[in-house]
C-alpha cells in the first residue's frame, strides 16, 4: 500500500466521525482515462474530502505556498500533490497536469483557486479550460455541499463527464470552457443543497 493509500484511509478515519458525509454520483466516475476533476472551493479540507470519496487515486495541484510548510511540503509530492503559481501563467504545472491527463490519470483542480469565504460559488480561471481543451480527458464536475460543522450532514458529488466534444470542435476559449465548468458545478449544488 502506497502512502497515497494509507493517507486516504487515514483522513478517511479521522473525517468520518466528525462528518456526516454522503457521497453522490461515483458511479459517475470513468474507471479508466484521463479525468479532469473541477469542484468548488469551500474550506481548506475541500481537498482530503475530495481524495477519500473519489473512486480513484487523485494527482491535485496546489498552491505553491503549501509545499513550504515544514512537513506538509515533504507529504504532498508523495501523496500526487503539485505546485503551482497562482495569479501567473505557471507553464511547468500546466505541462505536469497535462502529462497527468494524458498518461490516463486524474486531475484534481479547484477552478475558482481560493475558498470562497461566503460558500457561494466563485467565478473559475482558465486553467480548468485550457486543461479540458488541450487533453482528451473526461471533465467531471463535483460539488461540496457544507458547511464543514461537526457531526452535520456534508455532502460530495460527483456530476456525470460534460460532453466537451461540441466545445472542443468549434475552438471555444479557455475562458468560456471553463465558465461552462463552473455553471455544471453550480447545477449540481443547486440539485443537491
Known sequence: MGLYHFAKSLVYGLLKPVYRMEVIGTENFPKDG????CS????NLDPPMVGITAPRTIHFMAKEELFEVPVLGKILPNINAFPVKRGMSDREALRKGL????EGNVLGLFPEGTRSKSGELGKGMAGAGFFALR????????????????FTKLKVVYGQPIDMGPIRERKASAEETTELIMAEIGKLIEVHR
Do not use: F, T, W
Not at 484521463?34 to 476533476?37: A, E, F, I, T
Not at 468548488?40 to 474550506?43: E, G, K, V, Y
Not at 502529462?99 to 494524458?102: I, R, T
Open 99 to 102: 502529462k497527468v491527463l494524458k
Open 40 to 43: 468548488n472551493h469551500i474550506d
Open 135 to 150: 487533453s482528451d480527458a473526461y471533465v467531471v464536475p463535483c460539488a461540496i455541499i457544507g458547511p464543514y460543522k461537526a
Open 34 to 37: 484521463g479525468v479532469l476533476l
